[in-house]
C-alpha cells in the first residue's frame, strides 16, 4: 500500500515529456521573430533565458496557494468549525494563526511537494496549542507518493527529533488533488457525497496524517505513540467540515534508538489497523 492513496502513471507521462524536450530542443529556432540563424540562436543564450523565465513564471505559484488555503480557511469559518484565522506575516515562519472554537490558538505552516529542503524551514510559535504543516503541491507532475514519504520520514521526522519541535500533524490537499493528472480513489469511494467545492475546484476530501504525541527521545520517550484526533481540534475541524472517513487517516509512529554511534530512527504510517507504509531504522541527519 502508498502512504498516501492517489497516483497517477507517472513514468508514462515523464516518458512523453522527455520525447516532447527532445523535440522542442530541436526545433527552438524555429519558433517567433527572433531574427536568429539556428547556429546564433543557440549560440546566444537565447534559448536556455526563455526556459529559465518560464521556469521562474512557473515557480511563482505562492499567491496561488496563499489563495485555495484562504478559501479552505474561510469555508471552515463560514461553517463554524473554527472562529477566527489571518495571515502570520512575513516576518515568522510560519503562515496562518487559528482561533478555534475552544479559544485555543493554532498555527499552520504552508509547504509545497514536501520533497525539497524547504520542507525543514518552521518554527512552531509560542502560543500555538496545535501546529499543522499543510503540503499544497501544484506541480501535476510530481509523484505524491515519493513526496509523502520524503516529507514524512526524510525530512519532518529528522527535523521533529533533532530540532526537538512538535508538530501535531500534517495536511496533504490542493486543487490538483482527484484530477486526471492526480486521481483519487476517494471520489470512488465515498458514496452518497458530492466532491468538496473550493473556488472553481471540486476535490476528493483531504488526506491528514497524526504526529506522535510528543517528541520521540532515545532514552526517555523512544516511540511515542500517535496523539488521538479528538484531542486535535484543528485536524478534527478539517475532518468534520471536509468529510474525511475514520478509516482513511492516517497516523504516525517515529521510534528511535541507539545504533553504535548514531542515533537511528524508523517511520511508520497506519490506517485504521493496517501499517500502509514503514522504513527501516536510519540514521537522522538534517537535510
Not at 546566444?44 to 496561488?64: P, Q
Not at 473556488?199 to 496523539?227: E, K
Request: charged share 25%; proline share 5%; hydrophobic share 35%.
Amino acid at each position: 500500500m502508498s502512504v498516501i492513496p492517489c497516483h497517477s502513471d507517472l513514468k508514462v507521462r515523464k516518458e512523453k515529456v522527455a520525447a516532447y524536450v527532445e523535440a522542442l530542443k530541436l526545433t527552438a529556432h524555429t519558433i517567433g521573430n527572433h531574427g536568429l540563424n539556428e547556429e546564433d540562436f543557440y549560440e546566444s543564450g537565447f534559448f536556455r533565458a526563455a526556459v529559465e523565465s518560464m521556469r521562474g513564471a512557473n515557480s511563482a505559484t505562492l499567491g496561488e496557494k496563499r489563495d485555495f488555503a484562504q478559501r479552505v480557511l474561510s469555508i471552515l469559518q463560514e461553517r463554524e468549525f473554527i472562529r477566527d484565522w489571518d495571515a502570520a506575516g512575513s516576518q515568522n515562519r510560519y503562515d496562518y494563526d487559528v482561533t478555534l472554537r475552544s479559544g485555543r490558538r493554532a498555527a499552520i505552516e504552508l509547504k509545497g511537494c514536501l520533497d525539497g529542503n524547504n520542507t525543514n524551514i518552521f518554527e512552531r510559535p509560542n502560543h500555538a496549542k496545535e501546529f499543522l504543516i499543510w503540503s499544497i503541491c501544484a506541480n501535476k507532475f510530481s509523484d505524491t507518493g515519493r513526496n509523502a514519504w520524503s516529507g514524512l520520514h526524510t525530512r519532518l521526522s529528522a527535523e521533529i527529533i533533532l530540532a526537538n519541535k512538535q508538530v501535531d500533524g500534517l495536511i496533504i490537499w490542493d486543487w490538483i488533488c482527484g484530477s486526471r493528472e492526480r486521481p483519487c480513489p476517494k471520489l470512488r469511494t465515498v458514496t452518497n457525497k458530492a466532491p468538496i467545492q473550493i473556488g472553481p475546484y471540486n476535490l476528493p476530501p483531504p488526506c491528514l496524517y497524526v504526529f506522535p504525541d510528543s517528541v520521540p527521545s532515545v532514552r526517555n520517550n523512544p516511540c511515542p505513540q500517535p496523539a488521538r484526533i479528538q484531542n486535535l481540534e484543528l485536524l478534527t475541524a478539517f475532518q468534520r467540515c471536509f468529510g474525511v472517513d475514520n478509516n482513511s487517516i492516517n497516523y504516525v509512529t517515529f521510534e528511535v534508538r541507539q545504533s553504535g554511534q548514531e542515533t537511528v530512527r524508523r517511520t511508520t504510517v497506519h490506517r485504521g489497523e493496517v501499517i500502509v507504509k514503514q522504513s527501516k531504522f536510519t540514521p537522522l541527519r538534517r537535510s
